[in-house]
């Protein structure tokens, strides 16, 4: 039986090559990824576990704008390391004037979470799952050695 082991790769088609490049180069150089590799009219950048390519629209294709809600991609979360990086990230989209759906916060149950939009509409996460109950664990853990 076959496993899978991880995403290798997520492939977006944008309308605006030239603009979602630079929109997608300035998010991933904030987020630490660096350039994989470019073609004429495609680029993937890379954190060396995630690789995220755009490319070129056909001309059908750049009649409009993703819309979430459509069949299809709903939204692409990055896994961040914890709140602070959530926090800063919203930082860096206010900062840059990028269109911020829902704001950095607790969305669930320690899941605290920034959403926004690419130039095409895209919907994009920063998240932070279970840093809470981790620090709780590590404080419940460290009494429990300090009383050994």
């Known amino acids: 039986m076959s496993r899978v082991v ?6 977006v088609r944008v309308s605006d090559f030239p603009k979602s490049k630079a929109f997608y180069g300035g998010l991933f150089d904030f987020l630490g990824f660096e350039v994989l590799d470019e073609y004429e009219d495609s680029i993937g950048w890379t954190n060396g576990k995630t690789r995220y390519w755009i490319s070129q629209a056909d001309a059908d294709g750049r009649k409009h704008k993703h819309r979430t ?7 692409y979360a990055f896994q ?3 709140r602070k990086d959530v926090d800063d990230l919203e930082g860096y ?3 840059h004037g990028i269109e911020i759906v829902d704001p950095a916060g607790e969305y669930y149950d320690d899941y605290y979470a920034v ?3 690419d130039p095409d509409g895209i919907k994009l996460e920063g998240m932070k799952y279970g840093e809470k109950h981790e620090k709780a664990e590590a404080k419940h853990q460290s009494k429990g050695h300090a009383k050994a």
């Open 6 to 11: 991880g995403i290798d790769h997520l492939a």
């Open 69 to 75: 809600g459509d069949v299809g991609l709903h939204h």
């Open 80 to 82: 961040l390391r914890n």
């Open 93 to 95: 989209l206010k900062k």
């Open 115 to 117: 959403f926004f939009l």
